[in-house]
């Protein structure tokens, strides 16, 4: 750990919003920035980045706008969660060498002012529960958002069919492996038949449907899998493949809207579902949902799911790429569905 003094010859690497893109980000969106490390301030706390979780929400946050949460501003330092390590504390609730979890942007050290703590969301994790980079999986944002999503709006039952698609994704494989676990039939959709083949093989998913097998392979896919409708459809990526799930809805459906990828880029108004009026067909119901409302509730989630990590009734699984500097071309892969597992930027190893 740097002492104090030592603190002073650091230097932070940052990677900042240049400008708003259009369609996909490119490099020029971005500015690589350094800044001398500044020690805290009486009750802050300085947090040395080892991984920083990447999100496809992070596109949402490049946009001019208002959201659940404001854009990110230019100039600014871009927006992030991340696990790293204290390696300054002035704060009594935080020691050197404490592993944290919080709002860390794209960057290699986050100060955090003592009156910024709650607003940053920095809190202390436990590596007996789970790997650091779990703790931005399935014991982290993504893990959140899909026990929840499920729980709170999905209602599962024993005996209901699920479909869940970014199947193999980071939300995604939360949802299939706790619907598994409440007893649900669970299908999902992912891209290529690796990704197909793990959620079934390693996951233990019912059955997945290769959304790029075909143009007919979804709605193929479904009557074949579905034959009594869908109960609970998890929505991480809208478009096409919404409006294939509501044409197979069953009575009394529930269906969580948690995203909407195939839209995030689009130069042209989001595609909105032609297929709603199954809503009152079958009397079903469709609910976003914003992971962050559910924050009082993490530590129980975390216990239930880090319990299933360890009995082996969960997988976590993690894409690691490395290299602050590479994070303009990381995010990328979660559009082009070349990430596989949770999307992970290893900023340093400790
Ligand atoms: P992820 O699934 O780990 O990664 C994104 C995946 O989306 C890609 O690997 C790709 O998988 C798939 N994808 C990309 N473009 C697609 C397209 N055009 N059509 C279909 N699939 C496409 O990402 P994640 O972090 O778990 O996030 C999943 C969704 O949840 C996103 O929509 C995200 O915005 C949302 N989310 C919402 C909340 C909330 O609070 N509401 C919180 C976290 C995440 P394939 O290879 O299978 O195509």
Redesign the pocket.
């Known amino acids: 750990m740097p002492t104090s003094a030592s603190l002073n010859t650091l230097t932070n690497h940052q990677i900042r919003l240049a400008s708003r893109p259009v369609g996909l980000p490119t490099r020029a969106n971005w500015s690589a920035t350094t800044e001398p490390v500044q020690p805290p301030a009486a009750g802050g706390v300085l947090v040395k980045t080892l991984a920083l979780s990447l999100?496809?929400?992070m596109r949402g946050w490049m946009n001019e706008g208002k959201s659940y949460i404001p854009p990110v501003g230019i100039g600014e330092v871009m927006r992030a969660g991340g696990v790293g390590v204290v390696v300054a504390s002035e704060n009594p609730l935080f020691a050197v060498g404490d592993h944290v979890s919080g709002s860390l942007g794209v960057q290699e050290y986050m100060l955090v002012p003592g009156d910024q703590l709650k607003r940053n969301g920095l809190f202390k994790i436990d590596l007996r529960l789970g790997g650091l980079t779990e703790w931005l999986n399935v014991l982290g944002?993504?893990g959140m958002?899909g026990y929840f999503?499920l729980m709170d709006v999905g209602l599962p039952q024993v005996g209901e069919t699920l479909v869940v698609?970014?199947?193999?994704?980071?939300?995604?494989q939360t949802v299939g492996q706790m619907a598994k676990i409440k007893g649900c039939r669970v299908i999902g959709i992912?891209?290529?038949a690796a990704?197909c083949d793990w959620v079934v093989n390693t996951l233990g998913f019912d059955t997945c449907i290769d959304?790029?097998a075909g143009p007919d392979a979804v709605r193929d896919g479904l009557k074949q899998h579905c034959p009594d409708g869908v109960d609970i459809y998890f929505d991480?990526?809208g478009?096409d493949?919404l409006d294939q799930v509501l044409a197979r809805l069953a009575r009394g459906a529930r269906i969580i809207i948690?995203?909407?990828?195939?839209q995030?880029n689009n130069t042209t108004p989001v595609q909105g579902p032609k297929n709603y009026l199954s809503l009152l067909v079958n009397r079903a119901r469709m609910q976003?949902?914003?992971?962050?409302d559910y924050a009082d509730r993490y530590h129980q989630a975390v216990a239930e799911m880090a319990g299933y990590l360890k009995d082996g009734r969960m997988h976590s699984k993690e894409d690691v790429v490395h290299g602050l500097q590479t994070f303009p071309e990381a995010l990328l892969k979660?559009?082009?569905?070349?990430?596989f597992?949770?999307?992970v930027l290893q900023v340093a190893e400790s």
């Open positions: 999100d496809p929400a944002m993504p958002t999503g698609s970014g199947a193999a994704g980071a939300v995604g992912a891209g290529g990704k959304y790029k991480n990526v478009g493949i948690c995203g909407a990828i195939s995030y976003g949902i914003v992971v962050f979660l559009f082009a569905g070349e990430n597992g949770k999307l």
